[in-house]
T-cell receptor, first 112, second 112 residues
Framework: KAGVTQTPRYLIKTRGQQVTLSCSPI?????VSWYQQTPGQGLQFLFE???????NKGNFPGRFSGRQFSNSRSEMNVSTLELGDSALYLC???????????FGPGTRLTVT | QKEVEQDPGPLSVPEGAIVSLNCTYS??????FMWYRQYSRKGPELLMY????GNKEDGRFTAQVDKSSKYISLFIRDSQPSDSATYLC????????????FGQGTTLQVKP
C-alpha cells in the first residue's frame, strides 16, 4: 500500500506571498492532520480534517488554513508568508477508528 | 512548561549498546502513546504504539508506559548504526481529535 505523499517537496517563497501544499493520504485513511516542524518549536499541530470538515485546530494564526476533498486529499494554505513560516510541513493520515498516524515526507518551505 | 518533555540529547552510544529514551508528560488525560523515528530530511516513521500503561515489544524495540509516574520509555537492544536518528515521543488523549502532542525529540548516534 502506498504511503502518504506530499507535494511539492521543496518550496522557496518570498515574504508576503502565499503558498498551497498538498497531501494525499494512505488509501482508506479519511483523517488527515497537518503539523509544522521547526528546530525551535519542534512538531506542532496545525489542524485535522475528516469528511471534508476541519474538526480540530491548533494555535496558529488565521493565515494558516486548509481543506479536504471528497477523496480525502488535503491541502493547506499559508497566506502573507512571514520569515518565521519557514519550516517542514508534515501531513499525517489515519483511519478514524485508530490513533496511529502515518506521516508523509513533508514539504520544506523556505521564506526569504 | 511543555506538556511533553524530552531530553534533546545528543545521545551517543557504541554499536550493540542498549539505548534508553524517555519522555515525561503532565497531562493525565493522555491515553495513547507513540514513538516515531525521524531520519534527517525525512518524515517521522511510526515505530511503536501503546495504549495506557504497560509494555510492548517489537523486535529490538520495547516501549514502556507508566501512567502513574507520567513517564514513557523506548528501549533499543543491540543498537545499530542504522538506528542513528531523532526519536520523537507523541501522545494523545481519548477524544480522538487527531492532535498528537510531541516531545522535542532525542538525537541518537550509534557509533560503529
Amino acid at each position: 500500500k502506498a504511503g502518504v505523499t506530499q507535494t511539492p517537496r521543496y518550496l522557496i517563497k518570498t515574504r508576503g506571498q502565499q503558498v498551497t501544499l498538498s497531501c494525499s493520504p494512505i488509501s482508506g485513511h479519511r483523517s488527515v492532520s497537518w503539523y509544522q516542524q521547526t528546530p525551535g518549536q519542534g512538531l506542532q499541530f496545525l489542524f485535522e480534517y475528516f469528511s471534508e470538515t476541519q474538526r480540530n485546530k491548533g494555535n496558529f494564526p488565521g493565515r494558516f488554513s486548509g481543506r479536504q476533498f471528497s477523496n480525502s486529499r488535503s491541502e493547506m494554505n499559508v497566506s502573507t508568508l512571514e520569515l518565521g513560516d519557514s519550516a517542514l510541513y508534515l501531513c499525517a493520515s489515519r483511519q478514524v477508528t485508530s490513533y496511529e498516524q502515518y506521516f508523509g515526507p513533508g514539504t520544506r518551505l523556505t521564506v526569504t | 512548561q511543555k506538556e511533553v518533555e524530552q531530553d534533546p540529547g545528543p545521545l551517543s552510544v557504541p554499536e550493540g549498546a542498549i539505548v534508553s529514551l524517555n519522555c515525561t508528560y503532565s497531562n493525565s488525560a493522555f491515553q495513547y502513546f507513540m514513538w516515531y523515528r525521524q531520519y534527517s530530511r525525512k518524515g517521522p516513521e511510526l515505530l511503536m504504539y501503546t495504549y495506557s500503561s504497560g509494555n510492548k515489544e517489537d523486535g529490538r524495540f520495547t516501549a514502556q508506559v507508566d501512567k502513574s509516574s507520567k513517564y514513557i520509555s523506548l528501549f533499543i537492544r543491540d543498537s545499530q548504526p542504522s538506528d542513528s536518528a531523532t526519536y520523537l515521543c507523541a501522545m494523545e488523549g481519548s477524544s480522538n481529535t487527531g492532535k498528537l502532542i510531541f516531545g522535542q525529540g532525542t538525537t541518537l548516534q550509534v557509533k560503529p
